[in-house]
């Protein structure tokens, strides 16, 4: 089941096949909404190790007060995440920076992806 924001600034969704968690963001993220976003993706995680899959392709700009919640999250919860894999707009290279900052400071495999908007995910 699939969890979204009042807003749609975001959401949580299983892929198909059950072994990723697919976190899309939309517009802007700010930090107030951010904390709900990471309450709603601690209520998905499965009890298997999980790929989560962050598609920022439609994310608006870069909130650094995000980044201390992801790292203290993904600390928390790296023994149930098998991979972490983000997909940013072609040329997005804040978001490639601040994402390969975030892998070093827990020590959690991310694969970055650079797509166009509105290719598949999984291909």
Known sequence: MAARAADSAWSVEPSAEGDSLVLTFVGPTPSRVFSEFLAALTEQMPPTPVTLVFDLRRLA?????????????????????????????????????????????????ITIREQQLGADLFA
């Open 61 to 109: 700009g870069y909130n650094p007060e995000t980044k201390e919640p992801m790292k203290a999250w993904l600390l928390l919860h790296k023994p149930a995440i098998r991979e972490v894999v983000v997909v940013v707009p072609e040329a997005e290279t804040m978001l490639k920076m601040a994402t390969a900052a975030i892998g070093l400071a827990v020590g959690v495999r």
